[in-house]
């Protein structure tokens, strides 16, 4: 039943979750969209004969899809903490989320967010917002936000909602922000806090009630699941007292004849309006349950042990400069973005894929201000004026193995 030779990883260990692949790829970009899990893959297989209307049917086959859809809900929530009164909205990915989160702050709101985020989440926030500079350290990023609190505090007349916009993990150094102390000073000065969770939930458990945060954003895609679903987790007020992210059918309560003659739902349907993505809910839902059970540790020290290797493995090739922003033994995850003196990214890039079948991603990574930064402290750092004007990155998950690595390691110094 397999397409050429795609399909199952072998799981990196017995008890892990495996991932489809295609044999002879060997893909190290799993923080642009990682592969899909077996149990998404089947449980997408197992919904389809039963395709039909999510939330607009009476059928059998209605029911059970919107069922599973609701199903779906829970289970994403429960995966990320959701507390009894939050709101779960599927959105189609991360930017989708953080873009409906700016579309429902109430008027007025003042957003604090860091230069280090992706575009995903500089860009959405209304004008006014504030962005700090990229930290030294975590004790600084926390420094810095108490300071910049205080100081909006000062300006506005104390009332104005404050919401405070950061990354869980860096998806250009894989570095973990301080999300618990951020959100602590957030707390204490007033503000809310959302935290783009697009890279550390897949390799951490997050819980938007353990880390004591207001909102969570994640993408399927990078967690194991199809592309275009996608979630906001988090605090329902805003949620139900702004419009409808999206206006039409499924968001609304009652429409009358006239234009604006209209009474919107509460909950998440109110920003769900339009057929929804039932296979990619499901999906998701799946392969959260299927972590939810798995042995989270074990995972994330097999993760780290990688990672170890590939950083050490990195660090001792003639001309490789590795790009981060918080000290070298800082917690982080499965990603690590790096040049090599000399090279070209973009033609490194070409070489991996084209002759040693290896996908990594080159660029600036959707963090342009981040990117450029660490680029230019590389230089600095290295003493070296040939480093390049873009990076590599090169990130892991379930279903990597050593081997992978070692090959990539094999593969850089003969690439130029
Ligand atoms: N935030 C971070 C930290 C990311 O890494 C990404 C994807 N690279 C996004 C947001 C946006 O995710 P998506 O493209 O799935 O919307």
């Known amino acids: ?57 009476a059928g059998a086959l209605s029911q059970r899809c919107t069922l599973a859809y609701e199903r779906a809900r829970q289970t994403v929530g429960d995966f990320l903490g959701a507390r009894p009164d939050d709101h779960v909205v599927f959105t189609r990915n991360t930017t989708d989320a953080l873009n409906l989160l700016a579309r429902v702050l109430p008027t007025g709101t003042r957003v604090v967010t860091f230069d280090g985020e992706h575009h995903a989440n500089l860009l959405p926030w209304p004008i006014g917002t ?4 990229v930290p030294a350290s975590p004790g600084s990023a926390v420094r810095a936000l ?41 707390r204490r000065h007033g503000a809310r806090i959302a935290v783009d969770a697009a890279q550390l939930a897949p390799h951490v458990p997050v819980s938007v009630s353990d880390l004591e945060v207001d909102y969570l954003a994640i ?16 605090r329902a007020d805003w949620l139900d007292a702004a419009p409808p992210y999206l206006a039409g059918g499924g968001a609304t309560a009652y429409v009358g004849a006239a234009t604006h ?45 990688l990672l170890s290797r ?13 790009l981060s922003t918080f000290a070298p033994d800082s917690p982080r995850v499965g990603i690590v973005s790096f040049v090599v003196a000399g090279r070209d990214s973009a033609e490194v890039a070409a070489v991996l894929a084209n002759e040693h079948g290896i996908g990594v991603r080159d660029g600036l990574f959707c963090a342009h201000p ?11 750092r290295s003493g070296r004026a040939d480093l390049p004007a873009t990076a590599l990155r090169a990130s892991i998950g379930l279903g990597s193995t050593a081997e992978e690595i070692d090959r990539l390691l094999d593969a850089l110094p003969t690439v130029g």
Not at 28 to 56: F, G, I, K
Not at 130 to 133: N, Q
Not at 310 to 322: D, K
Request: aromatic share 4%; hydrophobic share 45%.
């Open 130 to 133: 504030v962005r700090l500079p």
């Open 370 to 380: 981040l990117a450029r930064r660490l680029l230019a402290e590389a230089s600095a």
């Open 219 to 234: 993408s399927g895609h990078k967690l194991y699941a199809p592309f275009g679903t996608g979630a906001l987790v988090g």
């Open 146 to 186: 108490d300071a910049a609190l205080r100081e909006l505090r000062r300006g506005t007349d104390g009332t104005a909602p404050i919401l405070v916009a950061v990354t869980g993990a860096s998806n250009v150094t894989g570095e973990c922000w301080p999300v618990t102390e951020l959100s602590l000073i957030a």
């Open 1 to 57: 039943r397999r397409l050429g030779r795609t399909g199952p990883k072998a799981p990196a260990r017995p008890g892990a979750l495996g991932v489809l692949g295609v044999a002879g790829q060997i893909n190290l970009d799993y923080a642009a969209t990682a592969p899909c899990a077996q149990v998404a893959a089947d449980a997408v297989a197992e919904l389809l004969p039963w395709y039909a209307s999510v939330h607009r049917g």
């Open 261 to 305: 003659d209209v009474r919107w739902n509460t909950g998440p349907g109110r920003h769900e309006a339009g057929t929804p993505n039932l296979l990619g809910a499901v999906a998701l839902g799946a392969v959260c349950a299927a972590l939810d059970t798995a042995d989270r540790a074990a995972l994330c020290a097999s993760e780290q042990a």
């Open 310 to 322: 590939l950083r050490s493995g990195l660090t001792a090739l003639p001309g490789v400069v590795e």
